[in-house]
């Protein structure tokens, strides 16, 4: 009897073992892991088509289609094409607009938003009269909703430091913070909450850290 009892309780908790790690769960992994490793234009369309396949099947989902934004600003920033690199950040921008309804992720659409506008700027100096203000508003939004998120203090470090180079000021300020950046993903269990949940930023903040120390 106790031996029918074990079989029963094998066979009503052997599916919720059996779905531990589910279809989604392992296209994620493969896909995150070619995220973290993409170097070149050519490393980051994979990304985006790997993104690009599971958010058809995970429609309520904001993760893929937010990695593929990432990577496709990713692209933006490589691709010294000028026409290219609009049509990456077009593509970037309506993913973003998509993912606008998940609220309760605003302070990463935002940060990454930032990003954008950046890399947009970086195209035509013109552009800065356009999407400058707009930039500056985002970024110091997604800042103020969570000051302790990696990538909202980076984007706003980002944009002080560009305008303070512009207009021939102090960058000291906005270097403090790429020091604030690398801290806080270097956290302990920093990033780890949720595996497939933004994490980019340290590459960026590191280089930025370099350039201030020149």
Not at 113 to 129: A, E, K, N
Not at 141 to 168: C, D, E, K
Request: include cysteine; charged fraction near 20%; hydrophobic fraction near 45%.
């Amino acid at each position: 009897m106790k031996t029918l009892a074990t079989i029963v309780l094998i066979m009503v908790l052997n599916p919720v073992f059996s779905n531990s790690d589910s279809a989604y769960e392992k296209a994620m992994k493969k896909a995150m892991e070619k995220l973290n490793q993409a170097e070149s234009i050519e490393d980051w369309q994979g990304v985006v088509n790997q993104f690009e396949r599971i958010a058809r099947n995970e429609k309520e989902n904001w993760l893929p289609v937010y990695h593929t934004a990432y990577a496709r600003v990713m692209m933006a920033a490589m691709e010294e094409d000028i026409q290219k690199k609009d049509s990456y950040l077009d593509a970037a921008q309506q993913n973003l607009d998509a993912i606008e309804k998940f609220e309760h992720f605003a302070v990463e659409r935002l940060a990454l938003q930032g990003f954008l506008y950046m890399i947009r700027m970086s195209v035509d100096p013109s552009r800065g009269m356009e999407l400058g203000q707009n930039c500056a508003m985002i970024v110091n939004q997604a800042y103020a909703m969570n000051n302790q998120n990696p990538r909202a203090v980076l984007m706003l470090a980002q944009f002080n430091h560009g305008s303070a180079q512009y207009m021939g000021q102090d960058t000291s300020e906005a270097c403090a913070m790429f020091d604030e950046v690398v801290q806080l993903l270097d956290q302990p269990g920093a990033e780890e909450s949720e595996q497939f949940l933004p994490n980019w930023g340290k590459n960026l903040a590191l280089m930025m850290q370099q350039q201030c120390q020149k």
